[in-house]
């Protein structure tokens, strides 16, 4: 399980504005409406894909949460592997971050939807490369 790594406060997170929206989401039962804590900036579109597919199986609110969960994880295992520096370690958890919450950058699904979630397959990648053969 992923731990909670602290930020300063010229972290990423805090350079953003974060509001509540309320998404509508359909499904089998109708639709429902769900309050949910995402970047000002983005699409409701985008917050409603996000919603629908990445928070819903974790029962988290806020896509701070969800990005923070992510991150959380990888730079877990940067640690563990010893890619990063222990004083740059900040630095890379934050850039990281701003990948995801200026949606210059974004992950796979069952990264999303896997990791950090607790009693989920660590799953981090959706494709898997078998030999071809070609004459």
Known sequence: MSTLHSHTS???YDRVVWTRRDIEIPGAMGTRSVS???PADWSDQ??????????????ESSIRNMIQRVVNTVTDWTIQV???KESELEQFSDRL?????????????PSWMNLGVPGRRQQA??????KVEDS
Not at 46 to 59: D, K, N, P, R
Not at 103 to 109: D, G, I, P
Not at 125 to 130: D, F, G
């Open 36 to 38: 949910i804590e995402a």
């Open 82 to 84: 010893g890619h990063v």
């Open 97 to 109: 971050a701003e990948l995801f919450i200026f949606q210059r950058a974004s992950l796979n699904s």
């Open 125 to 130: 990648s959706a494709c898997y490369l078998l």
């Open 46 to 59: 985008s917050v409603a894909v996000v919603t629908s597919v990445y928070l819903m199986g974790t029962q």
């Open 10 to 12: 010229n972290s990423v």
